[in-house]
């Protein structure tokens, strides 16, 4: 599952907390769809994720993902999603993506390192220790689900989350970089792949288990009431 919402806070543009998110999705949908990945990938794009508490005027209420969590939880549904990604303020002109510590650790580290393997480590800084970042993928937590993550500049317009220029008039496209919407996408994308391949590794190694505990048991013997006698060859069928 691949998320970004698309509501601003009211009085913004949301040209970064908004727009950015749904931008790179967008790419990824293009380029996904030339080269898909071997895993089924569905793009979310939320709405009501952004209305605020005015006891935590910082902190976004995320009522769209956490409807859908909660509706895939009632659904019985989660247990068949490997990945949760959110992608939010992800078009900063100074991007730093944050380590989140709410995210699966290994997946998270994945990314960075694929985003040091291009030399993208200035977007995707590995200096700044880490940070519980509000994305779309904590609801998915709350409902059991542990396998999300989350690509987010908590820093926009400033070193104190979430930034001067976060929520308000300023959130305006001439404070975006259309560098950063690639360096997320690149790193996006490239990091889906290496998530794909790890679980295709995990997958081959827990099916070729599962094969050998089939092969090893013995079969059930069938119960009294299972149990038909043959017919009598002097009775009629």
Not at 38 to 66: A, C, N
Not at 108 to 119: I, K, S, V
Not at 158 to 169: K, Q, R
Request: with cysteine; net charge negative.
């Amino acid at each position: 599952l691949l998320l970004a919402h698309y509501d601003t806070r009211p009085g913004t543009p949301g040209a970064n907390d908004g727009a950015s998110g749904v931008a790179v999705l967008l790419e990824l949908a293009r380029q996904l769809s030339e080269r898909p990945l071997p895993y089924t990938v569905e793009l979310v794009f939320l709405d009501d994720e952004m209305g605020i508490d005015e006891k935590q005027p910082t902190t976004p209420r995320l009522r769209g993902s956490r409807l859908l969590a909660e509706k895939l939880a009632a659904d019985g549904a989660l247990d068949a999603v490997r990945l949760v990604l959110a992608l939010r303020q992800v078009g900063d002109a100074e991007l730093d993506i944050g380590r989140d510590l709410l995210s699966h650790r290994i997946h998270r580290e994945t990314f960075f390192e694929t985003a040091a393997d291009l030399g993208l480590s200035d977007a995707f800084p590995t200096d700044r220790g880490f940070v519980e970042v509000i994305a779309s993928h904590a609801p998915f937590r709350e409902v059991g689900m542990p396998r999300g993550l989350a690509l987010m500049d908590p820093w926009y317009g400033g070193d104190d989350p979430p930034g001067l220029h976060w929520g308000g008039e300023a959130d305006t496209p001439e404070r975006c970089s259309e560098d950063s919407l690639h360096a997320v996408g690149v790193v996006t994308l490239a990091g889906l792949r290496r998530v794909s391949e790890q679980l295709q590794k995990i997958d081959l190694v827990s099916g070729r288990a599962a094969r050998r505990r089939a092969e090893t048991l013995e079969p059930a013997e069938p119960a009294p009431e299972e149990l038909v006698a043959p017919p009598d060859p002097g009775e009629p069928a």
